[in-house]
């Protein structure tokens, strides 16, 4: 018989029903030993084709109810090669092509994890607690072990090129020469970060590998998650001195007035006099600067309170900045520039893990202090109504320790809306 006819024959035979079941078990077990052609393989309730292929292999009868039919690998190396001139492995690549060694690709891809991480951690930022627990979570929670299978481990090194070159971490890594000019507000615009650590202006752009992972990594910084809607994610690369666009960046201000001559400046003012919320972009920050004229500005993190100051006080309340949550890169220029003009700042959030963090990363400011967020504050909001549980990883409260301690006790939040009169009455008396 032509080696061309026995190919067809074998072909034709071995894709029958008696065939398929059996070979694919055979496929997967020599993919599992690196191809040994060791032990057995079975197959559960055969098929009336299944069992007479078997009893053709072996030369042994089995019976009609067998439950289930066992092989030797080396068995049906023989047979195939005494009826097709070709072994099991042979036969297997002609007809499903070449076999997988999966204890070597195992063995690589664990070369290629620790190779990624250990890369990673040669960073300068290996020494910061969250940037450890980054690298933690991404190698526990399988994200690694997709970039690697899908030939993307690179990114990891390119997401750490990224952190690195973060404003707020080349501030304390002084030495890059290379550093791009940055934003007239102090901050990097996200096309020209990307270009900067990775040669791609769009390597970042929202929703891409790249991006996920760095933001992954901003949000452990934070001590939360990862929000859904593009406005958090914005905040989230404001946080660290990145900027998506300059126009988005906002910030929601009361009474807060000016000095100078530009028209914001103007603009600001006229809001003044009539008590009327304003934002304020990055982009009119940076191109048309504002010194606020109140010497003492409130902070507080809810539009709520901003709203119930405008709607109840109108313009006899105190300069009022709203963070509405994490702080804009355009919160961090108006407070930044009024800190430097003299203004006091009076600072709060909710009281809630995030809440600790923000406030915390707020008394780093010169001239900043918290605003009625102690324990004592604490502790008599959480009497006047119910709280929902605290959740995410605990934070400190350096400026009053008793505060975490009460919080971690009670296990319960207090949103800044439950202290509005009390935040009113120290609106209306400054």
């Avoid at 492995?89 to 991480?117: F, I, N, W």
């Avoid at 007239?184 to 996200?190: E, F, I, M, N, S």
């Avoid at 929703?207 to 593009?230: C, F, H, K, M």
């Amino acid at each position: 018989m032509s080696a061309e006819r026995r190919e067809y024959r074998e072909h034709d035979e071995l894709q029958g029903e008696g065939w398929s079941r059996l070979l694919a078990a055979a496929r997967r077990r020599l993919e599992r030993t690196s191809g040994a052609l060791d032990g057995d393989i079975g197959l559960a309730e055969p098929s009336e084709a299944e069992r007479r292929t078997v009893i053709g292999i072996t030369g042994r009868y089995r019976a009609e109810n067998a439950q289930r039919l066992a092989i030797s690998l080396h068995e049906l190396d023989g047979y195939l090669h005494d009826r097709y001139g070709t072994g099991l492995l042979t036969t297997l690549g002609r007809l499903h092509g070449p076999l997988r060694d999966r204890p070597a690709e195992r063995s690589d891809e664990e070369a290629r994890r620790e190779q990624a991480l250990k890369s990673a951690h040669s960073s300068r930022l290996a020494g910061q607690g969250w940037f450890a627990a980054w690298l933690e979570r991404i190698a526990a929670d399988g994200t690694l072990t997709r970039l690697v299978r899908r030939g993307d481990a690179p990114l990891l090194d390119a997401a750490v090129r990224v952190l690195e070159r973060l404003p707020g971490d080349r501030d304390r890594f002084p030495g890059d020469q290379d550093r791009p000019p940055a934003h007239p507000a102090g901050v990097l615009p996200l096309p020209v970060l990307a270009e900067w650590a990775t040669g791609d202006t769009k390597a970042l752009v929202p929703g891409s590998p790249l991006e996920q992972l760095v933001l992954r990594a901003l949000a452990q910084r934070t001590g939360g998650d990862i929000p859904r809607e593009r406005a958090g994610r914005r905040a989230l690369w404001e946080s660290a001195g990145a900027i998506a666009d300059d126009l988005a960046s906002q910030v929601l201000v009361l009474n807060i007035g000016a000095e100078g001559d530009t028209v914001v400046c103007d603009w600001l003012r006229d809001a003044a006099d009539f008590g009327i919320p304003f934002r304020l972009t990055l982009h009119q920050l940076a191109t048309a600067p504002v010194v606020p004229a109140a010497r003492t500005i409130f902070v507080c993190e809810n539009p709520a309170v901003l709203r119930a100051a405008a709607g109840e006080l109108q313009d006899t309340s105190a300069a009022l900045v709203c963070t509405e949550g994490v702080a804009s890169a355009a919160c961090h220029k108006l407070l930044g520039d009024a800190v430097r003009a003299g203004s006091r700042l009076h600072w709060r959030a909710d009281f809630d893990w995030a809440g600790l963090r923000i406030t915390a990363g707020a008394g780093a400011r010169p001239g900043a202090r918290p605003w009625r967020m102690t324990a004592a504050d604490y502790t008599a909001a959480l009497s006047k109504g119910e709280s929902t549980p605290l959740a995410g990883p605990p934070a400190a409260s350096p400026w009053d320790p008793e505060l975490a301690r009460a919080m971690a006790e009670s296990g319960s939040t207090v949103m800044e809306e439950r202290l509005l009169p009390a935040l009113l009455s120290d609106l209306t008396r400054t």
